[in-house]
């Protein structure tokens, strides 16, 4: 069936390219259009647009909330750099992951830093994000050091460095707790609370397996973060304190 789909894909898109060809009309049309150069994308005849539920969510979630607090500078640990690109639009950020960003934009700066060891005074930093990040560290997928451990060494790590009063926005995969080697771990609800267990827990945000449950679901019970199998737990803590 998969191949019929194929071949039905080729031949409407040679049978295109050839009506195309004939509307470009004249002797003299506004492109040069030949066989040689064509480049097939067969997958976006869809129904509605298709995206990543987990990384549109997300930080659409983190970025609402800190256009409402408006820190004076935000700092982010390995979250996607389409968040931090278009955060900085609005507030200065300094990204920082183990592989460092080359990216050139007013207001965002990058570095290299290790989740395990941040290079932060304890409690020095007031705004901090670091989301669908900790579930990898420690497997050894983007070149850091195999550790069974080095999830719990960057929470600890998170909260160290948080400054009382500060707000960390922290997103992990939440549902049945399990390592999928060496792709990311998944949480349940409960583990994420205690590890974190010195700060106050604001928010928890659920994006779950399918959508007919919910997009983003604000102030989502433990009970359904479980239930999920690889779902988006966003959580909004607070250092007290201040």
Known sequence: MRNQVKLFDAIRF?????VFRRHAGGFEPRFDLEWADRWPC?????????????????????ARILAEERPTEHIDISSTVHFCSLVSAFLP????????????????????????????????????SCMHVVEHVGLGRYGDPVDYD?????????????????????VVPVGGARI?????RVYAYRQIVEIFSGLELVEHALIPDSA????????????????????????????PGA
């Open 42 to 62: 067969l997958d976006g005849r869809t129904p509605k647009t298709r995206f990543d539920r987990h990384y549109l969510y997300h930080p659409a979630w983190a």
């Open 212 to 239: 007919k449950t919910g997009d983003l679901i604000r102030d989502a019970p433990e009970e359904l973060a479980d239930a999920q199998r690889y779902g988006c737990g966003c959580f909004r803590w607070s250092k």
């Open 93 to 128: 950020v300094r990204f920082y992951d183990y592989r460092p960003a080359t990216i050139s934009l007013d207001g965002l700066t990058c570095d290299r830093a290790d989740l395990t060891s941040l290079p932060f005074a304890d409690g020095s930093v007031a705004s901090l």
């Open 150 to 170: 080095g999830d719990l060494k960057a929470m600890v790590e998170l909260e160290r460095v948080l400054a009382p009063g500060g707000t960390l926005l922290f």
């Open 180 to 184: 999928q080697f060496n792709a990311h």
């Open 14 to 18: 040679r049978r295109d390219f050839e």
